[in-house]
């Protein structure tokens, strides 16, 4: 081949090349103009679907997209209040059992059409059609005739009923008395049934198909890349400061500290880098941009009731005075929150302020061990999953603190598949987790871990009858005052007498704002995915 | 040659068909479960057996495997459990972000190695051989996901060069090409410096030289041509393992590509997904293996595929 054409084409491969690599420019590039108010935050892990019914964490985007009947507004850190959202009054019903709401008028979803009470109805009854293949579902399943519906055996929920255009009434099958609080999850978002059947299988998956009636529009979604939301001029409690959030899709917490730095991203969330808090409270430039905000949830360790020895109470209890929280507390977290003494966090309705706490006593705990027929202690395991460095420095601390009573911790690493397929068939070791609030209510959290169905698929394997049936029945309970006892009682016995886990401690959620970040505050939950409607950017 | 490519495309279907029904069956045998995943920390039973019915989870698995291939040899790679999104739309839009990012380590690996174990062959054993040699180790030696971090730290935050993350313009390419191609080079060095040796001594060599003619023909084109010939394999693979995807480089410079997308698969054991990049990948390797033959052939006359 003469040379000049080898070099003609060269030279077009390399012009191919260069096309390709402007053309690899996603739709979000650094805005052009300079008064456009941007907010960037990174996100280890791509949503993956903007729909709340298919997805449960995952609320970055339908906690700004959409909106509910109901809000929990976090009113300062650690509160919230349930405040009207698209429904502007609700009555109840004496019984408890008949729930009516009156929507908005004029509230528009991102596609111009008025929102109505059969958008409503479409949206729940959505969530509970088998079609769906909703997770979301325990939001919604106390509503009269939704197990049929989930079951396949009715085509249409009974307890969901259009009054008019702007009044939908609710029948629960019995009393739910944080119902109002569950509709003001994530889970509880309100589709446009219009827009959503058109949709069909992109809706929540493309940014054009997914529509709500939010503060913002999802405008674009770059899988794995970034996520961009454009303010909507028309929402109804007015249009947002911002005009843009983008989420950035980074997964090394190396790399999002390196961006926050350089002022690439506006928000570090320290929940993905503990070790740099220090580093960020100690630093002239940021120590005055940390947002703390109390978590109104729990750190524990579970305690699998299959596994011998933990089926003997006094061996839990001594697992639960071998373990010093404070120095956990301290040493690993900076000091950063409060040890647990129960199961209900502080912020939590039915917290319980006057809970004894479970001493650090490693003589207690040794003579526990004892008289259980253990004085030379036994071999065990903690489990964990692989690449979680946090986790792990806890288990090592937790594992030497356990060889202080003879306990030989064994810590087993495995992938997050096996982790939880393990814990699902209720046989899976101690291991640490956390819980943070759906709802404001104590049912999301005693219910959550030791109910019988919950109880084994979290492998606590925990049995007591009367605690079980009791979590069942308050529920149902009308009475708030009656409620909240029942759930100290039971709390009570779950933790002291039955010794069926180890709190740890209440964690506070740090994040870094760069200065151009104003009104950034923790959401009252101290979840990770919040709504940015009162966040404001100043250059 | 015709005959010879579509007989190596023939052979090509029963290697996919057997790597789909060990991945099918692996899948099923290790722990872990989709729906569960998905689910994570807000596990409840009834939903977790009611969804896993509706999605046919727990249909007999020889079932599931025919409705698959059914699906696959209507061009039909099924919609992802976790992402609820066509698998075929994921793995292309991934594939042109890992394609860019590709060639441009491999122009890096190539642009350094090629002309590096050239120039080590003709100054063998001088002070620029060992510097290359050294130079080409130091990067296949370094850790990726240290590296990667190295130069992000350095460019990126300190000297303020270089985007630290993200794909969003040629500028984002520019530190993962240099992390990966780096890496690459190495090997590609060092075989050309051999095969550039052995073949630099061989009588025809010496026969060009006593012609008269001039260094610079006798090594790059007659010498080189028939030392690239093992170091053609090794690209050939290259570029297939580059396309499979990079997915630490990918995970740390936050670049949607291919890489990213199998490993979340795996991760959430999402068969139709994992399926479809497996399946993407073993064609790459087959295409590739395919193209490392034909060139062969043309860098070689002795070479005849019939």
Same mark, same amino acid.
């Not at chain 1, 009434?169 to 609080?181: H, R």
């Not at chain 1, 479970?358 to 040794?366: F, G, H, L, Q």
């Not at chain 2, 642009?111 to 100054?123: C, F, L, Q």
């Given at each position: 081949?003469?040379?000049?054409?080898?070099?003609?084409?060269?030279?077009?491969?390399?012009?191919?090349?260069?096309?390709?690599?402007?053309?690899?420019?996603?739709?979000?590039?650094?805005?052009?103009?300079?008064?456009?108010?941007?907010?960037?935050?990174?996100?280890?892990?791509?949503?993956?679907?903007?729909?709340?019914?298919?997805?449960?964490?995952?609320?970055?985007?339908?906690?700004?997209?959409?909106?509910?009947?109901?809000?929990?507004?976090?009113?300062?850190?650690?509160?919230?209040?349930?405040?009207?959202?698209?429904?502007?009054?609700?009555?109840?019903?004496?019984?408890?059992?008949?729930?009516?709401?009156?929507?908005?008028?004029?509230?528009?979803?991102?596609?111009?059409?008025?929102?109505?009470?059969?958008?409503?109805?479409?949206?729940?009854?959505?969530?509970?059609?088998?079609?769906?293949?909703?997770?979301?579902?325990?939001?919604?399943?106390?509503?009269?005739?939704?197990?049929?519906?989930?079951?396949?055996?009715?085509?249409?929920?009974?307890?969901?009923?259009?009054?008019?255009?702007?009044?939908?009434?609710?029948?629960?099958?019995?009393?739910?008395?944080?119902?109002?609080?569950?509709?003001?999850?994530?889970?509880?978002?309100?589709?446009? =049934? %219009? *827009?959503?059947?058109? #949709?069909?299988?992109?809706?929540?998956?493309?940014?054009?198909?997914?529509? /709500? @009636? +939010?503060?913002?529009?999802?405008?674009?979604?770059?899988?794995?890349?970034?996520?961009?939301?454009?303010?909507?001029?028309?929402?109804?409690?007015?249009?947002?400061?911002?005009?843009?959030?983008?989420?950035?899709?980074?997964?090394?917490?190396?790399?999002?500290?390196?961006?926050?730095?350089?002022?690439?991203?506006?928000?570090?969330?320290?929940?993905?880098?503990?070790?740099?808090?220090?580093?960020?409270?100690?630093?002239?430039?940021?120590?005055?941009?940390?947002?703390?905000?109390?978590?109104?949830?729990?750190?524990?360790?579970?305690?699998?009731?299959?596994?011998?020895?933990?089926?003997?109470?006094?061996? =839990? %209890? *001594?697992?639960?005075? #071998?373990?010093?929280?404070?120095?956990?507390?301290?040493?690993?977290?900076? /000091? @950063? +929150?409060?040890?647990?003494?129960?199961?209900?966090?502080?912020?939590?309705?039915?917290?319980?302020?006057?809970?004894?706490?479970?001493?650090?006593?490693?003589?207690?705990?040794?003579?526990?061990?004892?008289?259980?027929?253990?004085?030379?202690?036994?071999?065990?395991?903690?489990?964990?999953?692989?690449?979680?460095?946090?986790?792990?420095?806890?288990?090592?601390?937790?594992?030497?603190?356990?060889?202080?009573?003879?306990?030989?911790?064994?810590?087993?690493?495995?992938?997050?598949?096996?982790?939880?397929?393990?814990?699902?068939?209720?046989?899976?070791?101690?291991?640490?987790?956390?819980?943070?609030?759906?709802?404001?209510?104590?049912?999301?959290?005693?219910?959550?871990?030791?109910?019988?169905?919950?109880?084994?698929?979290?492998?606590?394997?925990?049995?007591?009858?009367?605690?079980?049936?009791?979590?069942?029945?308050?529920?149902?309970?009308?009475?708030?005052?009656?409620?909240?006892?029942?759930?100290?009682?039971?709390?009570?016995?779950?933790?002291?007498?039955?010794?069926?886990?180890?709190?740890?401690?209440?964690?506070?959620?740090?994040?870094?704002?760069?200065?151009?970040?104003?009104?950034?505050?923790?959401?009252?939950?101290?979840?990770?995915?919040?709504?940015?409607?009162?966040?404001?950017?100043?250059? | 040659?015709?005959?010879?490519?579509?007989?190596?495309?023939?052979?090509?279907?029963?290697?996919?068909?057997?790597?789909?029904?060990?991945?099918?069956?692996?899948?099923?045998?290790?722990?872990?479960?989709?729906?569960?995943?998905?689910?994570?920390?807000?596990?409840?039973?009834?939903?977790?057996?009611?969804?896993?019915?509706?999605?046919?989870?727990?249909?007999?698995?020889?079932?599931?495997?025919?409705?698959?291939?059914?699906?696959?040899?209507?061009?039909?790679?099924?919609?992802?459990?976790?992402?609820?999104?066509?698998?075929?739309?994921?793995?292309?839009?991934?594939?042109?972000?890992?394609?860019?990012?590709?060639?441009?380590?491999?122009?890096?690996?190539?642009?350094?190695?090629?002309?590096?174990?050239?120039?080590?062959?003709?100054?063998?054993?001088?002070?620029?051989?060992?510097?290359?040699?050294?130079?080409?180790?130091?990067?296949?030696?370094?850790?990726?996901?240290?590296?990667?971090?190295?130069?992000?730290?350095?460019?990126?935050?300190?000297?303020?060069?270089?985007?630290?993350?993200?794909?969003?313009?040629?500028?984002?390419?520019?530190?993962?090409?240099?992390?990966?191609?780096?890496?690459?080079?190495?090997?590609?060095?060092?075989?050309?410096?051999?095969?550039?040796?052995?073949?630099?001594?061989?009588?025809?060599?010496?026969?060009?030289?006593?012609?008269?003619?001039?260094?610079?023909?006798?090594?790059?084109?007659?010498?080189?041509?028939?030392?690239?010939?093992?170091?053609?394999?090794?690209?050939?693979?290259?570029?297939?393992?580059?396309?499979?995807?990079?997915?630490?480089?990918?995970?740390?410079?936050?670049?949607?590509?291919?890489?990213?997308?199998?490993?979340?698969?795996?991760?959430?054991?999402?068969?139709?997904?994992?399926?479809?990049?497996?399946?993407?990948?073993?064609?790459?390797?087959?295409?590739?293996?395919?193209?490392?033959?034909?060139?062969?052939?043309?860098?070689?006359?002795?070479?005849?595929?019939?």
């Amino acid at each position: 081949m003469p040379v000049r054409k080898k070099w003609l084409i060269s030279f077009v491969i390399l012009l191919l090349i260069l096309s390709q690599l402007t053309g690899c420019s996603s739709s979000s590039a650094p805005p052009a103009q300079q008064k456009e108010k941007v907010i960037t935050i990174a996100k280890t892990s791509d949503p993956g679907t903007a729909d709340v019914q298919l997805t449960t964490e995952e609320y970055f985007i339908p906690l700004n997209i959409y909106d509910r009947l109901v809000e929990a507004v976090t009113i300062e850190p650690g509160k919230s209040e349930l405040q009207p959202g698209l429904a502007e009054k609700w009555d109840v019903s004496e019984d408890g059992l008949v729930y009516t709401f009156h929507l908005r008028k004029g509230v528009k979803f991102h596609n111009g059409e008025e929102l109505k009470a059969d958008d409503v109805l479409y949206t729940f009854d959505r969530m509970l059609d088998p079609k769906t293949k909703a997770l979301n579902t325990d939001f919604l399943n106390m509503i009269d005739g939704a197990q049929e519906r989930m079951d396949g055996t009715a085509d249409s929920t009974r307890g969901l009923k259009v009054i008019d255009d702007y009044t939908i009434q609710i029948t629960l099958a019995q009393p739910f008395a944080p119902f109002i609080a569950c509709l003001s999850t994530p889970a509880g978002s309100i589709y446009n =049934r %219009k *827009a959503t059947e058109a #949709a069909g299988q992109d809706f929540g998956v493309k940014a054009e198909a997914t529509v /709500g @009636t +939010g503060p913002f529009v999802l405008s674009s979604w770059s899988y794995n890349d970034q996520i961009v939301l454009a303010a909507n001029p028309n929402y109804f409690k007015g249009k947002a400061d911002l005009d843009k959030i983008i989420a950035k899709i980074v997964p090394d917490a190396e790399t999002q500290r390196m961006m926050f730095e350089k002022g690439e991203i506006d928000v570090f969330d320290c929940d993905n880098a503990r070790s740099q808090i220090p580093y960020f409270k100690n630093s002239e430039k940021w120590k005055n941009q940390i947002v703390s905000g109390p978590r109104v949830g729990i750190y524990y360790y579970n305690i699998n009731q299959a596994i011998e020895p933990f089926d003997d109470v006094k061996v =839990r %209890k *001594a697992m639960q005075r #071998a373990i010093n929280k404070q120095l956990l507390l301290d040493t690993l977290y900076n /000091g @950063t +929150g409060t040890v647990a003494k129960g199961i209900l966090p502080p912020g939590l309705i039915g917290y319980n302020p006057n809970l004894p706490g479970i001493p650090y006593d490693i003589e207690a705990a040794k003579s526990l061990l004892t008289e259980a027929g253990y004085p030379n202690g036994f071999q065990m395991q903690i489990s964990q999953t692989v690449d979680s460095p946090n986790t792990l420095k806890l288990n090592e601390a937790v594992q030497a603190m356990l060889n202080d009573i003879s306990v030989k911790a064994e810590i087993v690493q495995m992938d997050e598949a096996a982790w939880f397929g393990t814990r699902r068939e209720g046989k899976l070791p101690m291991y640490t987790s956390d819980w943070s609030a759906d709802f404001n209510d104590p049912d999301n959290f005693m219910y959550t871990f030791f109910s019988k169905q919950n109880s084994k698929v979290r492998s606590f394997n925990y049995n007591n009858e009367y605690v079980q049936e009791g979590l069942e029945k308050a529920r149902a309970i009308t009475d708030q005052n009656e409620r909240i006892a029942l759930y100290n009682e039971l709390e009570k016995i779950i933790v002291y007498d039955d010794a069926a886990w180890i709190p740890l401690f209440h964690l506070d959620h740090l994040f870094v704002v760069q200065p151009r970040v104003k009104n950034f505050k923790v959401s009252w939950n101290g979840w990770s995915d919040m709504p940015y409607y009162e966040v404001k950017v100043e250059e | 040659m015709g005959k010879y490519i579509f007989k190596r495309i023939l052979i090509s279907i029963p290697i996919i068909i057997g790597i789909t029904i060990i991945t099918f069956y692996l899948l099923n045998v290790v722990p872990g479960d989709p729906v569960v995943l998905m689910m994570k920390e807000h596990i409840s039973p009834d939903v977790l057996e009611r969804v896993k019915n509706e999605m046919h989870l727990n249909d007999p698995v020889y079932i599931r495997y025919f409705k698959f291939m059914g699906d696959l040899l209507h061009g039909n790679l099924g919609r992802s459990y976790k992402l609820n999104r066509n698998v075929t739309d994921l793995l292309l839009e991934a594939f042109p972000n890992t394609v860019v990012l590709s060639i441009a380590a491999i122009i890096i690996a190539w642009g350094i190695g090629i002309p590096a174990g050239i120039i080590s062959a003709i100054k063998q054993y001088s002070f620029i051989d060992n510097f290359f040699m050294g130079f080409t180790l130091l990067g296949v030696s370094m850790p990726i996901f240290w590296s990667a971090l190295i130069m992000q730290y350095i460019f990126g935050l300190k000297l303020n060069l270089l985007p630290i993350s993200g794909f969003s313009g040629p500028q984002y390419v520019i530190l993962p090409a240099i992390v990966l191609g780096w890496s690459s080079a190495a090997s590609i060095a060092r075989l050309t410096r051999s095969s550039l040796l052995e073949v630099i001594r061989t009588d025809y060599i010496r026969t060009a030289r006593a012609k008269g003619l001039k260094e610079r023909q006798v090594v790059f084109y007659h010498a080189l041509k028939n030392a690239m010939l093992p170091v053609v394999t090794v690209m050939a693979i290259q570029v297939a393992g580059l396309l499979s995807g990079a997915v630490i480089t990918e995970s740390v410079f936050g670049i949607p590509g291919i890489g990213r997308v199998c490993v979340n698969a795996i991760q959430n054991r999402d068969m139709p997904l994992l399926q479809g990049s497996v399946i993407f990948t073993v064609g790459l390797v087959i295409i590739g293996n395919l193209v490392a033959d034909i060139a062969y052939s043309y860098l070689d006359p002795r070479i005849r595929y019939d």
